[in-house]
């Protein structure tokens, strides 16, 4: 009988709200969330503004939960996001937005591995095939399309052998040779994920990928 692997990460009692903006209300987005994300490929769902991306944002350190903990284990180490350490186990790339748009798939490509200890440049070299990335190398963000902007976030974050990666959306505006390659990629890492895991929000699951751990963010909203 095959023992359970511990969780990567246990989140506990998570509560984010967007603050009050020009005399409107803040917005509850998740309150008292619970969830313990297993090694291999995890699938957020949930519909429109439920808080998916502001989930993964919380996970990525880029906003502050109201309350809550989060406890990613490295090895022997648990981290919190108060840990110096946790950037460099976080992969998260988010290239949308014109702050971007000066910069070319290299410097994103530089910016990940010098985050990350353990960036596998093999592996971003077949990234950047799989993706078909190559003929795009050297043209700055401003010149990509939604789509392959998306690819070179992805190859970012693949790539960068973090022990959490996070993926936001990842198969859309992707052409159909892509979109096989990365659930070819993630169905490889499903299969042997070691200590690490992969978080993938999006509406429907990713096409026969085992799943470690299914979180439903439309399960907390009230009926």
Same mark, same amino acid.
């Given at each position: 009988? &095959?023992?359970? $692997?511990?969780?990567?990460?246990?989140?506990?009692?998570?509560? =984010?709200?967007?603050?009050?903006?020009?005399?409107?209300?803040?917005?509850?987005?998740?309150?008292?969330?619970?969830?313990?994300?297993?090694? +291999?490929?995890?699938?957020?769902? +949930?519909?429109?503004?439920?808080?998916?991306?502001?989930?993964?944002?919380l996970l990525a350190g880029e906003l502050r939960a109201r309350s809550g903990s989060l406890a990613l284990?490295? +090895? %022997?180490?648990?981290?919190?996001? &108060? %840990?110096?350490?946790?950037?460099?186990?976080? !992969?998260?790339?988010?290239?949308?937005? $014109? *702050?971007?748009?000066?910069?070319?798939?290299?410097?994103? =490509?530089?910016?990940?591995? &010098?985050?990350?200890?353990? =960036?596998?440049?093999?592996?971003?070299?077949?990234?950047?095939?799989?993706?078909?990335?190559?003929?795009?190398?050297?043209?700055?963000?401003?010149?990509?399309?939604?789509?392959?902007?998306?690819?070179?976030?992805? !190859?970012?974050?693949? !790539?960068?052998? *973090?022990?959490?990666?996070?993926?936001?959306?990842?198969?859309?505006?992707?052409?159909?040779?892509?979109?096989? =390659? #990365?659930?070819?990629?993630?169905?490889?890492?499903?299969?042997? $994920?070691?200590?690490?895991?992969?978080?993938?929000?999006?509406?429907?699951?990713?096409?026969?990928?085992?799943?470690?751990?299914?979180?439903?963010?439309?399960? #907390?909203? %009230?009926?």
């Open positions: 009988m &095959a023992l359970t $692997p511990s969780p990567v990460l246990q989140i506990e009692q998570l509560c =984010f709200d967007y603050p009050a903006h020009q005399g409107q209300p803040a917005v509850p987005v998740l309150h008292g969330f619970n969830a313990s994300l297993l090694p +291999g490929v995890s699938w957020v769902s +949930g519909d429109e503004s439920c808080g998916k991306t502001t989930l993964l944002r284990r490295c +090895g %022997s180490a648990t981290l919190s996001p &108060a %840990s110096q350490d946790w950037a460099a186990e976080v !992969a998260w790339c988010d290239l949308r937005g $014109p *702050a971007h748009d000066p910069l070319y798939p290299a410097d994103c =490509f530089a910016r990940l591995q &010098a985050r990350h200890l353990g =960036f596998d440049s093999d592996l971003l070299t077949r990234m950047i095939e799989g993706l078909d990335l190559a003929p795009h190398l050297d043209k700055a963000m401003y010149m990509l399309s939604t789509g392959t902007r998306r690819k070179v976030a992805l !190859a970012s974050v693949l !790539a960068s052998g *973090a022990t959490l990666m996070l993926l936001d959306d990842p198969f859309a505006a992707l052409d159909k040779g892509s979109i096989d =390659f #990365l659930l070819e990629h993630l169905q490889d890492q499903a299969q042997a $994920p070691a200590d690490r895991a992969w978080v993938l929000a999006a509406y429907v699951p990713p096409r026969a990928v085992p799943l470690a751990s299914h979180l439903d963010l439309d399960a #907390l909203r %009230s009926p």
